[in-house]
């Protein structure tokens, strides 16, 4: 069963705390995103990886940090610098031949107290 | 700056009613629209999508309309049903080489459809 995975679907934690959302893909994909998703602003890019070992900041990068050591797993952090952390939290993936299209993972809900 | 902007930002209409949603964008780089899909709590899914040398694309109750002197596309349901109720996005993309296209997305339409 091919897909995306985010784990886990709902974190909770208190203000000042680093937290890693992971994600993991088995579709062998070489591209890898992370999107934020705040009511009635869409979707806007955080990171992006091409390939292992690889990233390039978004547009919202400031506050959060990620790693490409492997090419399944692209995992987010967000740091204590985030001023507002508290969102809905989207990995995707792309594959090299059909770049255009990027599958969504379920998503994970962050709430910093 | 916002480069792909969204309207309606809500939307009701009835069972069997046609549903238009609208999209303009600023950057002619972009050679790709995708329209996704999203219901409440989970990822967006790629609903349709078209590229600029074609004015239309359909499949099934799902049409792109795409202007490209204007810079505007639409999508169309048909005969909308109350399973099409969720967040419908528009996004762009400037395809490169090699992967890792990033796209921009619109701001959102949540849909209604009522019985």
């Known amino acids: 069963d091919g897909g995306i995975t985010q784990s886990p679907k709902y974190l909770f934690r208190k203000e000042g705390q680093n937290v890693t959302l992971s994600c993991e893909q088995n579709l062998n994909h070489d591209a890898m995103y992370w999107y934020r998703q705040d009511p009635g602003q869409g979707l806007r890019l955080i990171y992006y990886s091409q390939i292992v070992n690889d990233f390039q900041k978004g547009d919202i990068a400031e506050g959060y940090s990620v790693s490409r050591e492997k090419k399944e797993s692209f995992p987010l952090t967000v740091t204590s610098a985030q001023k507002n952390p508290t969102a809905f939290y989207l990995c995707a993936s792309s594959g090299r031949l059909r770049s255009n299209e990027q599958f969504f993972g379920p998503g994970t809900r962050l709430t910093v107290l | 700056q916002q480069q792909v902007k969204q309207s309606p930002q809500s939307l009701i209409v009835q069972k069997g009613g046609i549903s238009i949603i609208n999209c303009a964008y600023e950057?002619?780089?972009?050679?790709?629209f995708p329209w996704y899909q999203q219901f409440p709590g989970k990822g967006p899914a790629l609903l349709i999508a078209?590229?600029?040398?074609?004015s239309e694309k359909k499949e099934g109750r799902f049409t792109i309309s795409f202007n490209k002197s204007a810079k505007q596309f639409s999508l169309h349901i048909m005969d909308s049903q109350p399973g099409d109720s969720a967040t419908y996005f528009c996004a762009a993309i400037y395809l490169r080489t090699g992967g890792g296209n990033k796209l921009t997305f619109g701001t959102g339409t949540q849909l209604k459809v009522e019985l």
């Open positions: 950057n002619t780089a972009f050679d790709y």
């Open positions: 078209i590229r600029p040398d074609v």
